[in-house]
């Protein structure tokens, strides 16, 4: 090694090139020899190939060799000055060939040390590696794929860099077509920013299918608890495009949109109004009456989350036919769990967090009740059409035929919805026998059935004398009460219940306790005969 630096810095021309030929030939070979010449100070002399002018290639390369010793070799590189020799060369003024061994050079020594990558981005080359993104050069624009997920990487002032330059599509193509790691960084850099969403919602609209479905994952797991990115969604225009690709994307696209609709409306008024003015109840429901299982069942659960607690859009969609299509796929929809493995990388404050996400769904009935439950709750004119539509019946069959905890959960949580602040629709679920059911699961059920049922019981009760009359004689307050004085997690709903099941002291002073009178076009067993 000691010898190769001799004639590196003190040998003529042939020298040189003989030293460069035999510490490339060592370094390839052996890791003690790469250590043994970087402690000799090989790197420093290979800086002096600045004199070396038929020799410039092979230094270039030797160095990108030398780089990947560690952090000292790469910053005392840099300290001789190769950041700014290499600047000259990716002009193109010397050739491809330089250009090429630039990029790499700089990759080499810029990769996991944030000094250098800040020296690298204030000699303002990031620019110069984004241009080579967009050329006509295969080898060149992977070479600088390489060299930017170097320079970004964990490095806030070169991602802003980067998506100055107009890179934030560059890196979305980076994104879609590199390896996984080169990715995830990708994904952080067009996320560091809000101002890359205009670009990326532009993607969505004009973007490869491939482009398209990795914007909009990138995006559900960015809005995720971010309402402020939620918001500027919003504000750019974003809703109208993402109900577009609910109608004409490829078939994941749609799944990922309706995903991203559902994460941006919840609990978010505004939006989920624009939605609906965008005409994405209609897509949804499209998705519910001849979509794919996977479609129908994620179309259900992000319909939900745009009536609920929203009055006008559960209007809305009622008049639309959601009552009716949420119904026939309760009926008639998979008993299937869906498990989405797809591994999704979520940009959380700059970070990566490669995600595997085993995501446990629900059936398409869980989701279409729960949808129903949403559209229904709190308004007594949808809570009348969808008794009127058969629910008191698909719910007892549910309660008393399903063997799944989580069908019977939906069901009882569906009745809850049903009967909320509506007495004549309380009437018709408990003459119907919606009840007994009830109880049984909150005797023998799992955790999850029990604090649906409880729930469930307590609104069939309110305000309602008879049904308190019906639990009663069925052994309901009993049962209620031991569950709401133990130490199980369906605690606070079971003492909710109690509350409701306890009669009141009007009651105590009547004779007798008696139902509300139900009308026979109010009764669902109407729909059976």
Known sequence: PEELVRMLKQGGQNEALAALTAMKDRAGASQDELRAMVEA????GLASWKWLANHRLGALEALTIMASSGPATQTSIAQEGLVHCVSGYLSGTMGLAMQLASVKSLTAIATANAPVQSEIGEAGLVPHIVKFLYGTVQELKVAATDCICSLIASHEGNQDRALRCEGTKALVEIAVKASPEQRALATVAVTASQDTLPDLLDLISTGSPATKEFVVKTLVDWVFGNVEVQDRIAREGGIPI??????SGTAKLKELAVTLIGRLNKDHPRIQRLVVEADGTLALLELIRSGTPLQKELASTTLGTLVVGHRENQTEAALGGAISELLMLARHGTNVVHVDHRPLCAAVRGEILAVEQHRPRGCQKCAAMTALGCLVGCHSDNQQQALDAGAAPLVLQVLMTSSTPQQKAAAAKLVAALCERNLGVQSALGSAGIIPPLLKMVESGSELEQEAAS??????C????????????????????????SAHPSKGAASLARLQIRPKFHELSSPRLTRAPVPVEHSPLHYLM
């Open 455 to 460: 729930r469930a019981l307590a609104a069939l």
């Open 242 to 247: 993402l109900v577009a690709a609910c109608k």
């Open 41 to 44: 100070g090989v790197p420093i």
């Open 462 to 485: 309110a305000g309602h004398s008879g049904n308190r009359q019906l639990i009663a004689s069925g052994g309901g307050t009993t049962a209620v009460d031991d569950l709401s004085k």
